[in-house]
């Protein structure tokens, strides 16, 4: 029988690093996850590639997906419909494989709900001064949109709580680190290696 694969779920407010750890994550070669992209309503950014960042989607047809239970979890953030499309997410579990989600924070909570088996990171700024550095010099914003995800991001904050972890984003390698050593460490703990051993056993 295959064992199913581990739910990691990274959250966090806008702008705090999420994509940038979760790109030089996965340029690790000893590194074995699964990027679950998802659906967005918001438009595409410069350089965004439909069905490598997100699958870009009109609000009609979004909203069918969520009639049509096609999605794990979904919230509205700022104006768009963001969300996790579960057959994805389901079948690469079911093969054995870890899935990485890289979500708000409505929609992890979501998540936690239905998986809460899952390992929930929440990848925390060094500071709100920091945070809003970083949204206002990533450059794809307005003023008005950054006003907006400051909020939010307070909101967020307040929820850290609810996590499994909470790893700052100092820097980059630090942050790939910390997560990394999670997710070996929560791999021992649900005890893989002994269940390995276990069915040797059954066998002999
Ligand atoms: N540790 C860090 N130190 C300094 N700058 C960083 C660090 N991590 C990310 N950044 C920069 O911060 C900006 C926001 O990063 P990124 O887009 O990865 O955030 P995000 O959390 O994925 O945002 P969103 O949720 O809006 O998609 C980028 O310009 C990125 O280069
Ligand atoms: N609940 C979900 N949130 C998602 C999903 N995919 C991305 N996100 C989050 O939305 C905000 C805004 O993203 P941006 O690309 O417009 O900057 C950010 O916090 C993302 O992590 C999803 O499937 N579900």
């Known amino acids: 029988m295959i064992e199913r694969g581990l739910l990691i779920v990274l959250s966090g407010p806008s702008g705090v690093g999420k994509g940038t750890v979760?790109?030089?994550l996965f340029e690790q070669e000893d590194i074995k996850l699964q990027y679950s992209i998802s659906a967005t309503t918001r438009r595409p950014r410069e350089g965004e590639?439909?069905?490598?960042?997100?699958?870009f989607k009109e609000r009609e047809e979004f909203e069918h997906m969520i009639e049509n239970k096609k999605l794990l979890e979904w919230a509205e953030y700022v104006g768009n419909y963001y969300g996790t499309p579960i057959d994805y997410v389901e079948e690469t579990?079911?093969?054995?494989?870890?899935v990485f989600?890289?979500?708000e924070v409505q929609g992890a909570l979501q998540?936690?709900?239905?998986?809460?088996?899952?390992?929930?990171i929440f990848l925390a700024p060094p500071s709100l001064s920091e945070l809003k550095s970083r949204i206002v010099n990533r450059g794809t914003e307005t003023e008005d949109l950054i006003n907006n995800r400051?909020?939010?991001a307070k909101e967020e904050i307040e929820l850290m709580d609810a996590y499994d972890y909470v790893v700052e984003n100092d820097k980059v390698e630090n942050a790939c680190a910390r997560i990394q050593a999670i997710v070996t460490a929560e791999h021992c703990r649900?005890?893989?290696?002994?269940?390995r051993y276990k069915r040797m056993l059954e066998v002999e």
């Open 22 to 24: 979760r790109k030089a």
């Open 49 to 55: 590639v439909d069905g490598v960042d997100y699958f």
């Open 93 to 98: 579990l079911a093969s054995g494989k870890d």
């Open 101 to 103: 989600l890289e979500i």
């Open 111 to 120: 998540v936690k709900e239905a998986f809460p088996e899952g390992l929930f």
């Open 150 to 152: 400051m909020r939010v």
């Open 190 to 195: 649900r005890d893989r290696v002994s269940a």
